[in-house]
């Protein structure tokens, strides 16, 4: 999704590594602070930026802890994949990822992001403050070298077509858009749905062309992307409980004292609450008017059991390894 919102140029390689690049310096005259970059894909109205890295920066940056937090929204610092690759280099300090771009990497943390594998943003939270995500977000580092703070919810992920989505069989012979990742693409399959590849930038024109039947995404991206002008229904399937993790690089972790660690680690959790009600408050605002305003047809009566059952059938036949012991271990705490 980053590449739709990449309205101002990368910068240039030098501009990048003094943006990302983060010793002990003199900044703002105060010798010794510590400033850290903290990007994420998203512009600067959505609650990402607004509720997430900018509510982190102003908190910091009040305390006088020694550290300073410089924002970078709109992929200033780069498209997903290639911050965190410049994240794991140590040129970039914080990032706001969502699992299946960190699964190139680490594949089970791609499970966070199967449909249906949670029952909402209450579930996701559980389970990230348990034991056994404990153990995931360990694994993670050991792996990666970037450590995982916390999650904020992204909002839960629908349909829009140009006809109801009700139930499975209502898929058949549409050609609808996915992200390109391997878990997207899965879970187009588990779905019942035929998934066709078209870069995000290009949705619009492509619904717009025929050339696609519908995608799948939370409703405020429906409408920051002028979706729904192209789209007569949007159905709430809610087949996924979309979420972004906070990572940031270890290295530059170890470098801050503990006190630092504490307080940069208090932030990002606490702003998790901020930011998941910035998210539902922006999504209803939107059904809202689409329901008042003339905007496209909201489907609220799908059979979600339906589309559940379908999609946990296939991941428990197809999953293997540690990504089919996660998923399990998932979808048992929901029970709980």
């Known amino acids: ?8 140029a990368i910068l240039p390689a030098a501009a990048l590594l003094a943006a990302g690049c983060t010793a002990m310096s003199d900044v703002g005259g105060d010798e010794g602070t510590v400033t850290l970059s903290f990007a994420n894909s998203y512009p600067t109205g959505h609650p990402h930026t607004k509720c997430g890295i900018k509510a982190v920066a102003d908190d910091i940056n009040s305390q006088n802890i020694g550290v ?49 594998a949670f029952d909402g943003a209450d579930h996701l939270f559980e389970f990230f403050d348990s034991a056994e995500a404990e ?16 999650v904020w919810f992204f909002g839960m992920r629908h349909f829009s077509a140009n006809q109801p989505i009700r139930e499975p069989a209502d898929l058949q012979g549409q050609r609808m858009r996915f992200p390109d990742s391997p878990i997207y693409l899965e879970n187009a399959k588990a779905l019942g749905a035929k998934a066709t590849a078209v870069a995000f930038e290009e949705v619009y024109l492509g619904l717009q062309q025929g050339i696609i039947d519908g995608q799948e995404n939370p409703i405020p991206t429906i409408a920051d992307e002028s979706f729904d002008e192209v789209q007569s229904h949007v159905s709430l399937t809610g087949h996924q409980t979309g979420s972004q993790l906070i990572v940031i690089s270890e290295e530059r972790w170890q470098q801050l004292s503990q006190e630092q ?13 901020e930011n998941r009600e910035c998210i539902e408050e922006q999504e209803a605002d939107v059904i809202k008017k689409w329901r008042t305003g003339g905007g496209p047809t909201i489907v609220d009566d799908v059979d979600q059991e339906a589309f559940a059952k379908r999609v946990d059938a296939y991941f428990r036949d197809t999953l293997s390894g540690k990504q089919a012991e996660l998923y399990k271990t998932i979808r048992q705490s929901a029970s709980e």
């Open 1 to 8: 999704m980053s590449t739709r919102y990449q309205l101002l």
């Open 135 to 150: 153990q995931l977000k360990e694994d993670f580092a050991k792996k990666t070298g970037a450590r995982i703070l916390d």
């Open 261 to 273: 660690q504490q307080a940069l680690q208090e932030s990002v959790s606490k702003t998790r609450a």
């Open 68 to 116: 300073k937090i410089e924002t970078f929204p709109n992929s200033q610092l780069g498209e997903d994949t290639e911050r965190f690759t410049s994240l794991m280099a140590g040129d970039v300090d914080m990032d706001v990822q969502g699992s299946s771009a960190l699964a190139s990497t680490y594949p089970p943390i791609g499970v966070l992001d199967i449909a249906y």
